[in-house]
């Protein structure tokens, strides 16, 4: 958190490079420092080959599906009202506002990369398996929702703070990123408890992140100039793909996370 600050709020690298790649590197080096501190390496989060195809095609088949969904329905309601929509495909960083041609396409494509194995890493497979030592399934999962969308709380933040937000626009903003990106962490979250593998959501997040900045729909507006319905519609898919989750991993006879120091036997016959 104090490298996202520094990031965002002292030395403003999202507006110079639109992406906060220093903190989101600086952020999975920690996680991996502190697994060497207590004598693990990186299959004791969940980033090991058990189930890898499985838990790759169950992470990236739920996003393309809610995300086909979103911008569907989106350009649905948009063609319905007479805003003649169109797909466009470019490099944008909504956060930051940032665009650019091909090479800043790359640069967002690595930063997604980074930054999914630095939160998931973090959320997911620290937190989520230190919490589920003392906590129910369910709890730790909310718990480490919560703290994900405590998370990007910086970004109203900073919109209030360069005055594109009033105190009103600041608050309602700040409820809609807490419920929002704490859905997306509480579906990842399910995803690595009932998959044991923290390839799932990895790639889950960098699917959903990297698609958000390339494709867009532009109307005679402009670009992304109503997104609402893709946002709602995103969220909600969020939730109904738990189910969706539960039947394959059901399916493909997955075995669930285990706690912090708890054995594991899917996981070279190790305590982890």
């Known amino acids: 958190m104090i490298f996202k600050i520094l990031d965002v709020f002292v030395f403003h690298i999202d507006e110079l490079l639109g992406e906060i790649i220093i903190s989101k590197s600086l952020g999975f080096l920690l996680v991996v420092a502190y697994l060497w501190l207590v004598g693990k390496s990186v299959t004791a989060i969940g980033l090991h080959g058990k189930s890898l195809t499985k838990a790759l095609t169950i992470g990236s088949t739920g996003i393309i599906l809610i995300l086909l969904v979103s ?9 319905g009202a007479g805003q003649e929509p169109s797909l466009v495909l470019t490099a944008i960083d909504p956060t930051a506002g940032v665009t650019g041609g091909l090479a800043f396409a790359l640069f967002l494509v690595v930063g997604n990369f980074v930054n ?21 399934f369910w709890r730790a999962n909310f718990l480490q929702a919560a703290f994900f969308g405590i998370w990007h709380l910086n970004w109203p933040i900073k919109q209030f703070m360069t005055g594109q937000l009033d105190a009103g626009g600041l608050a309602s903003q700040s409820l809609i990123v807490l419920i929002a990106t704490g859905i997306v962490g509480f579906a990842m979250g399910y995803l690595y408890l009932k998959t044991g593998s923290l390839w799932g959501p990895w790639i889950m997040h960098t699917i959903n992140n990297t698609v958000q900045n390339m494709v867009h729909i532009q109307t005679i507006d ?47 016959h190790k305590y982890i």
């Open 71 to 79: 911008y569907g329905l989106q350009f649905g309601v948009l063609t």
């Open 116 to 136: 999914s194995f630095m939160e998931e890493g973090l959320f997911r497979g620290v937190m989520l398996r230190h919490f589920r030592v003392s906590l129910s």
């Open 222 to 268: 402009g670009l992304d100039s109503d997104m609402m319905v893709f946002q709602i519609t995103l969220t909600l898919s969020l939730i109904a793909i738990i189910l969706f989750f539960r039947a394959l991993t059901k399916r493909f006879q997955m075995s669930e996370v285990k706690p912090w120091g708890q054995y594991a036997a899917d996981v070279n």
